[in-house]
């Protein structure tokens, strides 16, 4: 199975399954020098893990993060830095149900369709099991672009199915406050309700998440094909469930005009290139390029397909069957994906920034 790292010169590869032994990764082309210890990647990983509210699965794995390899002495050495998860709290005879029948809406039927053979215990390889060394790898390039470039990355949950917050209420310091990871207090209570009810009736609901990074240097990017956009689109729709991904004014911008949406500019001595931006409609990029502004990601994250509903599909051998998927599944998927965006941009990030540097002589 190939299309398993991410990144050039800064890559996380990861490998594992969702009720194997354990979960693991690789991250290259990290620079000797970076202060890094477990603690580091752990606190995102908390945030990342289940069973922590009534409104996560139930699955409590504790996501304790063990460095392998590429840290000596509290420093990286700039070799590989191995990590490892190990998986506790398996339930794998919850699947034994759907060994042989295949859940709509999952990656089921096309695995055994690829590969002729699949892991039916918790979607296996395709089991977002997997984002958790994301996180970790996120953490570390996180760690890298904090010191060396002064970056930024903070994710929020702005939507739950029809439930939205208002953006006037929203503030950063709420969004470690409450299990949604929204930015706007007066929300939280119309998600717990939301959630409840949709949990009660044994379905699952989408939401929509924002991502934004502050402190980006004016000149990440490679065009034409490598576009700072590119692949931070690739890197957020390679997270398992989402299915829709806007940079800046994204879908909005068809219904403008250049009047409205050109970011227009004006000479400012006491920004550090000399210039402000009046608006940021391009989110930060231009031509591929960071400008200096935020950048700013939204993305669309759907229901899972992992409910108590009866649903119907076919088996093994293609005779009709109904499937109701039983044990612990997330009512959103959406509220455990924000660390996982935080991450996603902040790899991306980071392997542009290293490209970015290496043009630079440092």
């Keep these: 199975m190939s299309g398993n790292g991410f990144g050039i010169l800064f890559r996380l590869t990861t490998f594992g ?16 020098g970076l202060p890094l210890a477990e603690a580091d990647l752990q606190r995102d990983l908390d945030r990342r893990r289940p069973g922590q509210s009534r409104f996560t699965t139930a699955r409590n794995e504790p996501d304790q993060v063990r460095i392998l390899s590429g840290v000596f002495e509290g420093v ?3 070799t590989p830095i191995g990590l490892l998860i190990e998986n506790q709290d398996k339930r794998s005879v919850d699947y034994r149900e759907i060994q042989d029948r295949f859940r709509p809406g999952h990656a089921d039927w096309v695995y055994q369709k690829k590969y002729g053979i699949r892991d039916y215990r918790g979607g296996g390889r395709a089991s977002a099991r997997e984002t958790a060394l994301r996180v970790a790898g996120g953490a570390i390039a996180k760690k890298l672009l904090a010191d060396q470039a002064g970056v930024r990355i903070q994710g929020a ?7 939205a917050i208002d953006r006037q209420n929203w503030r950063w310091e709420e969004v470690e406050r409450n299990p949604f990871f929204t930015p706007d207090a007066d929300a939280v209570p119309r998600f717990e309700e939301l959630v409840k009810m949709i949990r009660a009736a044994g379905d699952s609901v989408g939401a929509l998440l924002e991502v934004i990074a502050t402190g980006v ?4 990017g490679e065009p034409v094909f490598d576009r700072l956009d590119a692949d931070l689109a690739k890197a957020l ?11 800046g004014s994204g879908m909005a911008a068809a219904c403008g005009q250049g009047s409205m949406m050109a ?3 004006v000479p400012d001595p006491g920004q550090p290139d000399g210039v402000a931006f009046l608006s940021n409609h391009a989110g930060g990029i231009l031509g591929g390029i960071s400008t200096g502004q935020p950048i700013v990601a939204r993305l669309a994250v759907k229901p899972t397909s992992s409910i108590a509903i009866p649903r119907r599909s076919v088996t093994l051998d293609n005779q009709a069957c109904e499937v109701v998927t039983r044990g612990r599944h997330d009512p959103c998927v959406g509220i455990r994906a924000v660390p996982v965006a935080e991450a996603m941009m902040a790899l991306t990030l980071a392997d542009h920034w290293l490209r970015f540097r290496s043009r630079q002589g440092r």
């Design 217 to 220: 240097p004016v000149g990440l």
């Design 263 to 265: 970011d227009e500019m």
């Design 157 to 163: 949950l702005t939507a739950m199915g029809e439930v």
């Design 76 to 78: 990286t050495t700039g």
């Design 237 to 247: 729709m390679s997270i398992n469930a989402v299915k829709g991904v806007e940079i």
């Design 17 to 32: 399954e969702s009720h194997g032994p354990a979960i693991g990764g690789v991250v290259e082309g990290c620079p000797a």
